[in-house]
C-alpha cells in the first residue's frame, strides 16, 4: 500500500506539494488510511472541489453548511467553495479537528495540474504541526515542452533564466535539477519524501533510477497502475547450481556471443535496485563470474539433492523482503520482461504465463519463507504453488524470453537465434 511505503502513522498530519498527480496520490492515500481509521482531507490553499464518491461529509466552516457524499470514512474539510475550488480554512481551524481524525492529509500548494511548477517565497503553505511532507514530481513532464502550457508559473521563472530555457524541451537534465533544487518542503525540519510520479515502462523506471541516485528519498512509481517499484523490498535468488546431467557440463558456463550465460543473465539483473541479488553455486568458475558483478555467492554444497536445495539456501538469507527466482539458463529473459513481472508484482505468487503455461522467474511474498525452507528434492516450488488457490498470473503473448537450456543441441539452436536477434 501507498501509505506503508511513505511510512504514514496514524495520529500524524501529511502534507503533500508539487506537481503533477498530488490530488490523485492525496486520494489514494485517503482511500487506503479510510479503512484503518477516519481522515480528513483539506488543503493550505485551495483545491477542486471533490467528487461526492471521494467523501462521506464536507465541511465548510464559512457557512457551517455539511454535504453528504457515498464514501465512506473520509471527510473533506474547508472554508468555502467558490469557483469550483474549496478554499482553505484557517491552520486553527484545521488543528482543532486533529484530535477527532485518525490520520489528516492536505495539500500545501497549487498548481493548476500542470506537470512542473515554480514556487513563490510564501510556498509551499505547510502547517506547524506537520508530520510528513510527500513532494510529487512527474516523469511524464520529461519531453515536453518547457511552456507555459505545461509548467506553472513559467513566465515568473523565465524572467530570471531566460536564455538557458527559452525554445527549450524538458530534458532529463531539467528534470533532474527541478527535482533535486524543487522548493518542496520550504525550511519543513520533518520527514521528507519526493514521489515521482508517472513511472508506467521501463524507460521512465530507469530514468527514475538515475535521478534516485542524486535524489535521498525519492520513491518511484505510479498513482495511476497504484504502484510503487522495489520499496516493498524485492530480492534475487539466481539458481546457478542444477547438476546439468542432460547438458553433460556446466550449461551456465557455456558462452554465447563470448558471454557466459549466467552472466548475460547477471547484466541484467544488476540494473535494477534488488535489496540484493543471490547467487547459488557449486563451481569455482560461477563465483569467479559472481565476484565481477559484486553480487552474493551462496556455496551450495548439497547441489545433489535438487533444485530444491538452491531455494532452501538463498530463501535462508533473506529477511522481510519477497524473493524473485531465476535460473541461469535463460538468456532472452529480458529487461522488458523482469520489469513487467515485477510492476504487475501484488504481494501475491507471481508467475509469468504464456497461453496457461507457466515459466519463470517467480516472485514468493515472504510470508511463503517457512514453506520454502521445507522444501525437498527437485520439483522446487511447485508444491508450495499447487496448494495455492489465489496466484497472480501474468500473461505474456511470446515464449521465447522464457525458453531454457537443458542440452547441447538446445545451446547450439539457440545460439544462433541469439547471436541474430543481437544484430
Not at 505547510?126 to 502550457?149: C, H, P, Q, R
Not at 506553472?152 to 525554445?167: E, L, S, V
Not at 522481510?320 to 513481472?341: C, Q
Request: net charge positive.
Amino acid at each position: 500500500m501507498f501509505f506503508e511505503n511513505f511510512g504514514i502513522e496514524k495520529n500524524t498530519v501529511t502534507g503533500i506539494t508539487g506537481s503533477g498527480g498530488k490530488t490523485s496520490l492525496i486520494f489514494c492515500l485517503a482511500e487506503e488510511l479510510s479503512k484503518y481509521g477516519k481522515v480528513l482531507v483539506t488543503t493550505t490553499t485551495k483545491i477542486y472541489e471533490p467528487d461526492k464518491k471521494k467523501y462521506e461529509k464536507l465541511f465548510l466552516t464559512e457557512t457551517n453548511e455539511v454535504f453528504q457524499g457515498t464514501g465512506k470514512n473520509i471527510f473533506i474539510f474547508g472554508s468555502k467553495i467558490e469557483n469550483g475550488k474549496l478554499l482553505s480554512p484557517t491552520e486553527g481551524e484545521i488543528l482543532s479537528q486533529r484530535s477527532l481524525f485518525d490520520y489528516i492529509l492536505y495539500e500545501g500548494d497549487g498548481s493548476k495540474r500542470k506537470f512542473m511548477k515554480f514556487w513563490r517565497k510564501d510556498e509551499p503553505c505547510i502547517l506547524s504541526f506537520t508530520d510528513n511532507i510527500i513532494g510529487v514530481a512527474n516523469i511524464k513532464a520529461f519531453g515536453l515542452s518547457f511552456s507555459e502550457e505545461n509548467v506553472h508559473r513559467y513566465n515568473m521563472y523565465m524572467d530570471k533564466n531566460n536564455k538557458f530555457y527559452k525554445n527549450k524541451y524538458i530534458d532529463f537534465e531539467i528534470l533532474k535539477s527541478y527535482i533535486k533544487e524543487g522548493k518542496f518542503f520550504r525550511n519543513f525540519s520533518g520527514k521528507k519524501i519526493i514521489f515521482l510520479n508517472g513511472i508506467e515502462n521501463l524507460d521512465e523506471f530507469k530514468m527514475g533510477l538515475e535521478i534516485k541516485k542524486e535524489v535521498q528519498n525519492l520513491i518511484l512509481g505510479s498513482v495511476k497502475k497504484r504502484k510503487i517499484y522495489f520499496e516493498n523490498n524485492i530480492s534475487a535468488v539466481v539458481m546457478g547450481s542444477g547438476k546439468s546431467e542432460r547438458f553433460g557440463k556446466n550449461k551456465l558456463l557455456e558462452k554465447i556471443d563470448g558471454i557466459p550465460m549466467i552472466e548475460i543473465l547477471l547484466k541484467k539483473l544488476i540494473k535494477f535496485p534488488f535489496k540484493k541479488i543471490f547467487v547459488t553455486y557449486k563451481d569455482q568458475e560461477v563465483f569467479e563470474i559472481c565476484k565481477k558483478y559484486n553480487v552474493i555467492s551462496l556455496k551450495n554444497n548439497r547441489y545433489y539433492l535438487g533444485q530444491s536445495e538452491s531455494i532452501k539456501l538463498g530463501t535462508s538469507n533473506i529477511k522481510n523482503e519477497s524473493i524473485m527466482f531465476f535460473t541461469g539458463d535463460m538468456p532472452f529473459l529480458s529487461e522488458e520482461v523482469i520489469f513487467k513481472i515485477i510492476s504487475e508484482y501484488d504481494n501475491r505468487i507471481t508467475i509469468p504465463v504464456v497461453s496457461g503455461e507457466r515459466f519463470s522467474p517467480v516472485i514468493f511474498p515472504n510470508r511463503y519463507k517457512e514453506a520454502l525452507l521445507s522444501l525437498s528434492g527437485d520439483i522446487g516450488g511447485r508444491e508450495i504453488i499447487r496448494k495455492e488457490k489465489d496466484i497472480n498470473f501474468i500473461d505474456f503473448f511470446d515464449k521465447k524470453p522464457f525458453i531454457d537450456i537443458d542440452t547441447e543441441e538446445d545451446f547450439e539452436n539457440l545460439k544462433v537465434v541469439f547471436k541474430d536477434d543481437r544484430k
